[in-house]
């Protein structure tokens, strides 16, 4: 039979242990969190660039005249990337897309040769788009403008929404996750409540009594964040092929600023929940601390 003191030794280190990971738990709820609102607006300049136009170009133009046209399009600031379609290559791409051979059919191509521009996030706004489609058809080159109207409107609305909707989510389990902590840190100091009157009573001052479990909750954060942003950095680049477009991972600052949100949540809400905590407990009676 274990002795007593050495049963309470391995109870209080085992109730440490549970609330550190508690705390790790819901600091990489929080980090993934983090990662994913400050992506959004890159997630949303990674959908909206997926729109395009169609630059259908007159017939019989020289080579000279469409690789100036494209050299005009690519230094455009609007233009994320220019592809050209000559119409040989259109035509076997309708082909496959069709089945059969529509140029037996017809006896020649009524295709023409194009662009396939993509744009800016900045410049896929409907009204922008507009103006665009004008400014392009003053090329003498360009013959017509296509761009799906519906799609982009549809788009832009979708993006409103979800980023609405992703502030208000985010309130939610930001206030869900701080309390996931503070009733974790809650508990562990309850099981501490007996030693906190005995301090009392033998006229401990509350900042004496405080500071022990101040920094013991606050090293507890500490290496709950070490273990939440190692679990959260090696899933990163595990996942950085899924995540391309997502995030940069040359651009080092945005990892950093995770690691930092989630370190100082971690002291935060750890050093809140501890004050707080205590502070309810040193305002006990001895009888009190029996319910």
Known sequence: MQKKPKRLKTRFLNSWITSLISITLVLILMGMLSFILINSKRL???????????????????????????????????????DFIDKESAAKALTQEL???FQGFLGYNPLFDSFELKLQAAY?????LQMLEKRLLEYPQVNK?????????????NVRKISIALLVISGILTFIFFGLINNTIRLLIYSQRFTINTMQMVGASKGFIRKPFLLKTLFLGA????LANAILIGGIYTYKNELYGLINFADIKTILLIVIIVFSLGFIISFVSTWFALGKFLRMKFDELFY
Do not use: M
Request: proline letters at 0%; a negative charge.
């Open 44 to 82: 949303s300049e990674y959908v909206r660039e997926k729109i395009g136009l169609t630059l259908v170009l007159e017939d019989n133009l020289k080579d000279t005249e469409i690789i100036r046209l494209q050299k005009v399009l690519s230094a455009g600031h609007f233009a994320k990337s220019v």
């Open 99 to 101: 089945g059969e051979d």
């Open 124 to 128: 896929t706004q409907s009204d922008s």
């Open 145 to 157: 403008v296509y761009y799906q109207e519906n799609l982009v409107t549809l788009i832009n609305k």
């Open 223 to 226: 290496y709950g964040a070490i």
